[in-house]
């Protein structure tokens, strides 16, 4: 499949089949984070790829709502990334990320980003402090997000191109309107 149709159908997945990942797919997917580009090169991330059920639903308590994709997943790639070595390490982080979930999408495998950075659990913790503790991370570490990957059991539309959002879009200059080509 090209790239594009890819894209258009491309859907976060939340629920996911048993089946569990092959390990040269998974290896796939994380060399798909390695080859990301990051800025000055720095490659300020790191991954923690946990695939044991009860860590998963651990994490899921990293917060208390939307974070339902790891409940079912057999894998979840935990996004770290390191202030230290790059002013732009969270664009770094979420290109990295980015890069995964496409290149799961290109395998036929489903995945969803849960948003660390920011959030807190029930208990009013700071998120990114609770996943750190879990798995060790080093405190200087960022915990941008965790993505979830698996077989998908939801079924889910492709985008229908025309519903695209041109009014985004500006040509030249700023405008508030603007119409695509017919
Ligand atoms: C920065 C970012 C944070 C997100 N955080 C969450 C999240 O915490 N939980 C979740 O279920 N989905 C999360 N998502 C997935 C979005 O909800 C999803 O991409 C959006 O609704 C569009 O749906 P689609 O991916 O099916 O096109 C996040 C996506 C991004 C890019």
């Given at each position: 499949?090209?790239?594009?149709?890819?894209?258009?159908?491309?859907?976060?997945?939340?629920?996911?089949?048993?089946?569990?990942?092959?390990?040269?797919?998974?290896?796939?997917?994380?060399?798909?984070?390695?080859?990301?580009?990051s800025?000055k090169s720095a490659r300020?991330?790191?991954?923690?790829?946990?695939?044991?059920?009860?860590?998963?639903?651990?994490?899921?308590?990293?917060?208390?709502?939307?974070?339902?994709?790891?409940?079912?997943?057999?894998?979840?790639?935990?996004?770290?990334?390191?202030?230290?070595?790059?002013?732009?390490?969270?664009?770094?982080?979420?290109?990295?990320?980015?890069?995964?979930?496409?290149?799961?999408?290109?395998?036929?495998?489903?995945?969803?980003?849960?948003?660390?950075?920011?959030?807190?659990?029930?208990?009013?913790?700071?998120?990114?402090?609770?996943?750190?503790?879990?798995?060790?991370?080093?405190?200087?570490?960022?915990?941008?997000?965790?993505?979830?990957?698996?077989?998908?059991?939801?079924?889910?539309?492709?985008?229908?191109?025309?519903?695209?959002?041109?009014?985004?879009?500006?040509?030249?200059?700023?405008?508030?309107?603007?119409?695509?080509?017919?």
């Amino acid at each position: 499949m090209d790239l594009h149709q890819l894209l258009l159908e491309r859907h976060s997945i939340r629920r996911y089949t048993d089946q569990p990942i092959d390990a040269g797919d998974v290896k796939t997917i994380l060399e798909a984070g390695l080859l990301a580009p990051s800025s000055k090169s720095a490659r300020s991330w790191q991954f923690v790829v946990v695939e044991d059920h009860d860590m998963m639903l651990k994490l899921q308590a990293c917060k208390p709502t939307y974070a339902a994709s790891l409940a079912t997943a057999p894998l979840a790639v935990v996004v770290t990334t390191s202030p230290g070595k790059s002013a732009a390490y969270v664009e770094d982080a979420a290109v990295a990320a980015s890069f995964m979930q496409l290149q799961a999408a290109a395998l036929g495998i489903g995945s969803c980003w849960t948003q660390v950075r920011g959030r807190f659990t029930a208990d009013d913790m700071d998120s990114e402090e609770y996943v750190r503790e879990l798995l060790n991370i080093p405190d200087d570490m960022c915990v941008v997000c965790i993505i979830a990957f698996g077989y998908s059991a939801e079924t889910r539309r492709p985008v229908d191109p025309s519903k695209l959002l041109w009014e985004k879009v500006h040509l030249g200059t700023w405008r508030d309107e603007f119409e695509p080509e017919q």
